[in-house]
C-alpha cells in the first residue's frame, strides 16, 4: 500500500505577505496553487516568499528614509511630519513588494 500520510507542515506563521502570495496563487495561479497543495509545498513556499519580500520592504523602507531625509533627528522636531513621511514610504514599499510577490517563481 502506498504511504498516503502527509508530510508535517514547515513550522511559522503566515503573515501580511505570506498571505497576499497565497491569495494571489489562489486567484491567478490556480494550477499552480492546486499543485502546490496537493505536493504539501505551499507552506514552505509561502514561508520562504514571505521571509524575502519582508526582508526586502525592510531595505525599501531603509534606503528611501535615507533618500528622503527621513532621520530621527526629524522624528524629534517634528514628529507628526515624521509620521506622514514614513506612513508614505511605507505604503511605496509595501506597493514594490506586493507586484514582486506576483512574479516570484512558483
Known amino acids: 500500500m502506498p504511504n498516503i500520510i502527509p508530510e508535517p507542515e514547515p513550522e ?20 499552480i496553487y492546486q499543485g502546490m497543495v ?6 514552505e513556499h509561502l514561508l520562504m516568499v514571505q521571509e524575502q519580500a519582508e526582508s526586502h520592504f525592510d531595505v525599501l523602507v531603509g534606503q528611501m528614509s535615507e533618500r528622503e531625509g527621513v532621520t530621527e533627528q526629524l522624528k524629534g522636531e517634528n514628529q ?27
Open 80 to 106: 507628526m511630519l515624521w509620521v506622514q513621511k514614513m506612513n508614505n514610504i511605507r505604503a511605496m514599499a509595501e506597493e514594490i513588494v506586493r507586484e514582486e510577490i506576483k512574479y516570484c517563481n512558483g
Open 38 to 43: 496537493l505536493s504539501g509545498k505551499l507552506k
Open 12 to 31: 511559522g506563521e503566515l503573515r501580511k505577505f505570506g498571505l497576499m502570495r497565497k491569495h494571489y496563487l489562489k486567484e491567478y495561479k490556480s494550477g
